[in-house]
């Protein structure tokens, strides 16, 4: 009996023991978690910076002025001039060759042509046309898209040409950075043009008496090409013009190197523009008769004069001219003809109202 009671009380000691170990490495632990918890505040001027950001190394100072890279070049710049105003503000320098690209797409509605023609002209207005060249591709109708290269820095207008359509030109600059000249610059410009229908131009001329006059000549001129076009008014009075590009343009009743009013300069934007009703002074009309000395008629004789209106014409079959449209004043015709395979001469001066109706002139033409 002693012999079992004492390993009894051997046994409860080590079970004791052994509780008592763990209760003790229980509280260490504890401890050591709860002081890995510790919350520690950060000096944020000993915090890791972050890398600057795309955006703040994409700019560079030029003088007084905070400016995208792109001023610069190294990239694929395509800054159209008419920006912001800082843009203006920068000293370019126009020294090297650069690149022009873009689109071409047609208004709705509009049948895009068959074939059309890219113009890259100098600016009008803008510094550093100077230097710019002319340059003018034919492309078909199945290419949109276009690129010239090897262009002189400079200042340029761009716009796409086909008959009866409208295009507004683009003003666009290639240039560098004074100052930073080593750089590619604004090397590369890009342009969206579209082609749109041309427009109409109309109008009507009345007489003194408030009446229309039917016959006569009215002129446009193109300022840009000098390019005349030419129709006649309609027993109404009225007139018209088709297919009119938009830009500015000079506008002749009568002849345009003596008009019968004063020309007129307008600037034509499509789809229409309808001028003002034209009031036109007392007009005369007659027929001039150019015959032989054996009073035939002379056919196809050249009828030519001065006066308040030049005088320009051929003789009909009958060896008449009519002329029309002649202001009151003095007059000297020149004729000169052929008859019976003789080349014969004539002249006259002679001196109209304004109220004349188809009076008849004759002129005798001798060798």
Not at 81 to 91: F, I, S, T
Not at 114 to 135: C, H, M, N, Q, Y
Not at 221 to 243: H, K, N, S, V
Not at 308 to 315: G, K, S, V
Request: proline share 7%; glycine share 10%; net charge negative.
């Amino acid at each position: 009996m002693s012999i079992i009671s004492s390993c009894r009380r051997g046994s409860a000691e080590a079970v004791f023991v052994v509780i008592g170990v763990l209760l003790v490495g229980a509280v260490l632990c504890g401890m050591l978690f709860l002081g890995s918890t510790e919350s520690v505040t950060l000096d944020p001027s000993t915090a890791p910076q972050a890398p600057p950001s795309q955006a703040q190394t994409d700019t560079v100072r030029v003088g007084d002025l905070e400016l995208p890279q792109a001023a610069l070049g190294g990239g694929d710049s395509a800054i159209e001039l008419g920006g912001d105003e800082e843009w203006r503000d920068l000293d370019k320098v126009f020294d090297g060759q650069g690149t022009i690209s873009g689109t071409v797409d047609a208004a709705p509605g509009v049948v895009f042509p068959d074939g059309w023609e890219l113009v890259v002209e100098p600016s009008k207005f803008v510094i550093g046309r100077k230097k710019a060249v002319t340059r003018v591709l034919e492309l078909p109708g199945n290419q949109r898209t276009f690129e010239v290269r090897d262009l002189p820095m400079a200042a340029y207008r761009v716009y796409a040409r086909a008959r009866g359509l409208n295009c507004a030109a683009q003003e666009v600059s290639l240039y560098k950075v004074k100052g930073y000249e080593q750089m590619p610059g604004n090397h590369h410009a890009r342009v969206m043009l579209r082609l749109m229908p041309a427009g109409f131009l109309d109008g009507s001329v009345l007489d003194d008496d408030g009446l229309p006059v039917e016959g006569l000549p009215v002129t446009i001129e193109r300022l840009t090409t000098r390019e005349r076009r030419m129709t006649l008014t309609g027993p109404d009075g009225l007139f018209a013009f088709q297919d009119v590009l938009d830009g500015k343009y000079m506008l002749y009743y009568g002849s345009p190197n003596k008009p019968l009013v004063a020309q007129e300069e307008l600037h034509f934007r499509a789809p229409q523009v309808r001028r003002p009703e034209v009031v036109v002074p007392r007009l005369a009309s007659i027929k001039i008769e150019v015959i032989d000395e054996h009073a035939r008629g002379i056919p196809q004789a050249k009828v030519r004069g001065f006066g308040p209106t030049p005088i320009d014409t051929l003789t009909d079959a009958y060896g008449i001219a009519t002329l029309r449209f002649l202001p009151a004043g003095r007059y000297k015709v020149r004729v000169d003809g052929s008859s019976s395979g003789l080349d014969r001469h004539g002249k006259m001066d002679f001196h109209l109202q304004g109220d004349e109706e188809l009076e008849l002139v004759q002129i005798v033409c001798r060798e």
